[in-house]
């Protein structure tokens, strides 16, 4: 039971390529969610889904694009990147029940230059 | 909308001794859940403990417990016999779960360094 695969682990951008971080996860869950980690600012929700076909927006939404075409999978795309966007990203999932944990990615520490 | 605020950047403890980690939230809602993850070094997050709501009893898990305030909006986490191996970035997590609320989002903290002296 692989859990959550996200990939790539690190990652070098110059400022205005575009790259796309992959989540994929094998156990089903509705609920997938994309966020970034900065020092003192702890874990920030991008964006998130509630099942196949359907995203909505988090906190920090601005310059960057998600799609559920799939259960399984849950893509984040960096349209432009921006020195702003260096950061830690997790990919998470979890069921719809509440009390069940959520399960993150390894994460991708991504560097802007 | 939730907040939930660490006030302790960073702590240390003695190994062996018992610490304990503040976490304040702020809701209007009156079902959810909390959660404290740990991050160690390696960046995975791995969930240490959670809380429902709805529950007085305060959540125990082996060496880690929760005092859970729930009118006073409070959630700590108590290590005891404290042991190299939980040095670590720890943070608090809120999760609604109540209707169009439950949608798998969690709300987190901006942690707390944990030191622990040999």
């Known amino acids: 039971n692989a859990g959550v695969t996200q990939t790539p682990k690190f990652q070098v951008l110059k400022t205005g390529q575009s790259m796309t971080l992959q989540c994929a996860q094998d156990m089903n869950h509705e609920y997938m969610s994309w966020y970034r980690q900065d020092p003192g600012m702890g874990l920030r929700l991008i964006h998130y889904?509630?099942?196949?076909?359907?995203?909505d927006q988090g906190e920090v939404p601005n310059g960057y694009n998600v799609s559920r075409s799939t259960t399984e999978d849950f893509p984040l795309r960096l349209l432009s990147a921006a020195p702003s966007q260096t950061s830690v990203y997790f990919c998470a999932s979890s069921l719809r029940q509440g009390h069940t944990e959520a399960f993150f990615g390894q994460g991708t520490r991504l560097t802007v230059v | 909308a939730q907040t939930v605020t660490q006030s302790q950047p960073e702590m240390s403890v003695q190994e062996a001794e018992t610490v304990t980690l503040s976490c304040t939230y702020d809701?209007?809602?009156?079902?959810?859940?909390l959660f404290w993850y740990k991050q160690p070094p390696s960046r995975q997050m791995i969930l240490v403990i959670r809380?429902?709501?709805?529950?007085?009893q305060n959540a125990t898990e082996n060496r880690f417990s929760v005092n859970f305030q729930k009118a006073a909006k409070s959630f700590s986490l108590k290590i005891s016999d404290s042991q190299l191996g939980d040095a670590a970035m720890y943070f608090c997590?809120?999760?609604?779960?109540?209707?169009?609320?439950?949608?798998?989002?969690?709300?987190f903290g901006q942690g707390t360094t944990l030191q622990v002296k040999p």
């Open positions: 809380q429902e709501a709805y529950k007085q």
């Open positions: 997590a809120y999760r609604s779960y109540h209707g169009s609320s439950n949608t798998g989002k969690l709300i």
């Open positions: 809701t209007s809602e009156s079902d959810y859940y």
């Open positions: 889904s509630v099942g196949a076909g359907i995203t």
